[in-house]
Each structure stands twice: as structure tokens, then as C-alpha cells.
């Protein structure tokens, strides 16, 4: 049987969250705490549990991303729709330093989970509540995904070719940046509960899944008010400082590289190592005037030589450039495996697997990966018997009402 303990490991050790909340933004904000040691209690409807369990890849019938989204993580189940499991809903909440909530606003006062019912029963309570428009727009109501909130943000208008469409990232990249928001405003309100314990209150996080990208494009806002146009796309290079070489190139042998040249004298040591006159890329009005020249020759110096190669000449040319690298590139790579960021981890289903490891380090109190994705309600016991004291009759009641 699978041990039942976590490593205790981390810097958030004795923090207990409470999620209810599906996919990826919520859970993965929840995941970075778990990751640095809270007891993280992922709450799923028993019989199909979060939808993130059928999505994804599969191995032999087994899906593949929930082992590393729901890892190191307590699953129990329980059907919000009965009055007994709101019940139970109410004594996690009680139980809880942080809830993650990812519901409508309508749903969440339905049942008990918005701002005013959580402060009441837990006033101390942090409350991370992710939603397509936030819970003071007029639109607080309507559903939304991560890949409206990337294109809510800007981002992906600046994304893909000038004369191309504007382009999706390939993963969950809205819904991914909202996790690390959510996590990091969850530890900053954390701070002011243990720096100021007398005059916390409780706090509510009302984060929307457009927000933390465009908050991240620093520039766009203040270009459009300042200059009136909105930038535009522009490829590889960046929409609004562009570099005199930035771009992705294909070798002899098939490989994309990435070559990223954005100093003077960075660029310079491209212009040295392709041949041409340094004299003609001496300045940063020049090189940023011999743009397209440089891409070009550059373009054709890498096309005609195999990437090992390329890459060889660009390290004794102290020009920064990388493959583009793939998953089989990541697991091949020394320096991912000198930083130990690819790690191997024994699951129950599928023997040992290897996934990321515990990001960011810590080197003197890290996180650890005790445990990948666990079955649907396999912390039932644990949470409901052990850590909220139900007793056996009531497990046994809500068991067979369907309620767990």
C-alpha cells in the first residue's frame, strides 16, 4: 500500500489547502505549494473526479498528465450537488489555511464557496478564487478557459509572423501563468498573516485568467497611451526592442536552432564569426539598419553546416544559441541533468516514470516529489477519518449516499 505520510519536506510544511477547483489554473497553483511540502487536499466528484485525469496522452490506457498534475497531493471525492457534501465542503473549509476555487461566481454562492461564506466559516482563511473575468466584472457569471485569457491579454495578437495569423501556444500557457500568480499572491498573503497575525483579517484573491499574462507584457499599455498604436506582431523578434539577431534557423541535418545576439558586442561576434566587414556592424545604429542582412547570412551559414557543428562554432564564438530543444533533447541533456531538474518517480500504474522536478530549488529546505497523481479518492480515509475526524457510521452514511 502506498504510504500515506508525505516527505515533509519544503518550505511550506504545515500548510493545509483545500482545492476545489479543476484542470489546470487552480490545481497547478495548488501544485506549487505542494510541491514545497503543504498538505494539499484535492477535491474531485466521486466516480469521473477532475476532468484532467481523461486528458492528455495515455500508456497503455493509463492517462499520463494527471500523474504529474495531481502529484504529491491528497484525492478525495465528494458531490458538492448534496447538502451533506456541501456540509463536508464546510468542515475542509474550517480545516484549511488556503481554498482554491475555480467555479462561476454563481455556483460558488450556491454552494457555499465564495468570499462571504469561506470568511465566515474560517476568518483567517486565504482564498484564491480563479475565474474566466473576475468577481467584480459584469461578466463575473460567464465560463472561460485558458486560451481566452491568453487571447484576452494581448499576448497571443503579438504571437506568430506578420503576415501570418495570430498564434496559440502549444500547452496551457494562460491557464499555467495563472497557477504561478495564484501561488505566489497565495504566499504573499501568507506573509502578512504571520508578520501581522493581530490585525489579519482573512484575505481574497480575485484573480482572472486574462490578468497575469497581460500584466506580464509590461510595455504594451503605456505604448498604446504614450504612442497611440498597439504594438504588432513581429516573428522572433520582440515586438517592441527588437534585437539585431533574433531568430530560429535550420541546419544541414534538420535541427532548428535558436540565435539570440541583442548587445553590440554580441552582435559583433556574430558579424566576426560569419566573415563580414566589422566595420559595417560597429554601432547599434548600424546593426540594427544591417537586421535583415544578418538574419540572411546567417540563415545561410546554418543551413549549410550539421547543428553540432553550428553549435560548436557559436560557444568558440561566444555567440548564444541553443537547439531547439524537444522532450527526447530535455531527458538527453547534461545540463538538465547536472541540475538534477529531471527526476524519476514510482507510480502505481506505470512503474517508475520520469517528470520534472520539484522548480524553483531550494537548496538548504527543498520540496520533494513523494508521490505522482494518486487514484480518485484515495485519501478519503485520511482526510475525512484522520485529519477532520468524521467518524466511521458518517463515512459509512456518506459512502453509501454517493456523497464520497
Not at 461578466?139 to 501570418?164: C, I, N, Y
Amino acid at each position: 500500500m502506498e504510504d500515506q505520510t508525505s516527505t515533509g519536506q519544503g518550505q511550506l510544511t504545515g500548510l493545509k489547502v483545500v482545492e476545489f477547483a479543476h484542470v489546470v489554473a487552480g490545481p497547478l497553483a495548488g501544485g506549487m505549494l505542494a510541491d514545497q511540502g503543504a498538505d494539499v487536499v484535492h477535491v474531485e466528484p466521486p466516480g469521473s473526479g477532475d476532468a484532467a485525469r481523461a486528458m492528455g496522452p495515455r500508456r497503455d490506457g493509463v492517462p499520463l498528465w494527471f500523474k504529474v498534475a495531481g502529484r504529491n497531493k491528497r484525492s478525495v471525492t465528494l458531490d458538492l450537488h448534496h447538502e451533506e457534501g456541501r456540509e463536508v465542503a464546510r468542515e475542509l473549509i474550517a480545516w484549511a489555511d488556503v481554498v482554491i476555487v475555480t467555479l462561476r461566481a454563481g455556483r460558488l454562492r450556491a454552494w457555499g464557496l465564495d468570499w462571504e461564506a469561506v470568511h465566515a466559516l474560517n476568518p483567517t482563511a486565504i482564498l484564491l478564487q480563479i475565474s474566466g473575468f473576475g468577481a467584480t466584472s459584469s461578466r463575473a457569471d460567464a465560463p472561460g478557459f485558458g486560451k481566452m485569457g491568453e487571447a484576452r491579454s494581448g499576448v497571443v495578437h503579438l504571437t506568430g509572423f506578420p503576415e501570418g495569423p495570430p498564434v496559440h501556444t502549444g500547452f496551457s500557457h494562460g491557464d499555467a501563468v495563472t497557477g504561478l500568480m495564484g501561488a505566489f499572491a497565495v504566499l504573499a498573503a501568507l506573509h502578512r498573516r504571520d508578520t501581522d497575525p493581530d490585525s489579519f483579517d482573512g484575505e481574497w484573491i480575485d484573480l482572472a485568467l486574462f490578468e497575469p499574462l497581460y500584466r506580464l507584457v509590461e510595455w504594451q499599455i503605456i505604448a498604446y497611451d504614450q504612442l497611440g498604436t498597439a504594438p504588432e506582431r513581429a516573428g522572433n523578434q520582440l515586438a517592441v526592442a527588437p534585437a539585431a539577431v533574433i531568430n530560429t534557423y535550420r541546419s544541414a541535418d534538420g535541427d532548428w536552432l535558436t540565435v539570440t545576439s541583442a548587445t553590440t558586442r554580441s552582435v559583433r561576434n556574430v558579424v566576426r564569426l560569419l566573415g563580414l566587414p566589422d566595420e559595417e556592424f560597429a554601432t547599434v545604429e548600424q546593426q540594427h539598419a544591417g537586421r535583415e542582412r544578418l538574419d540572411a547570412e546567417l540563415r545561410e551559414w546554418v543551413a549549410a553546416r550539421p547543428a553540432a557543428e553550428c553549435l560548436a562554432a557559436f560557444e568558440r564564438a561566444e555567440v548564444v544559441a541553443s537547439r531547439v530543444f524537444t522532450a527526447a533533447d530535455i531527458v538527453a541533456d547534461p545540463v538538465y541533468a547536472e541540475r538534477e531538474d529531471v527526476i524519476t518517480v514510482d507510480d502505481p500504474d506505470l512503474g517508475p516514470v520520469r517528470m520534472q522536478a520539484v522548480i524553483p530549488r531550494f537548496h538548504r529546505s527543498p520540496g520533494a516529489v513523494w508521490r505522482t497523481g494518486p487514484a480518485l479518492g484515495a485519501d478519503n480515509a485520511l482526510v475525512y477519518g484522520e485529519w477532520l475526524g468524521i467518524d466511521g457510521g458518517r463515512l459509512a452514511k456518506l459512502e453509501a449516499e454517493g456523497v464520497i
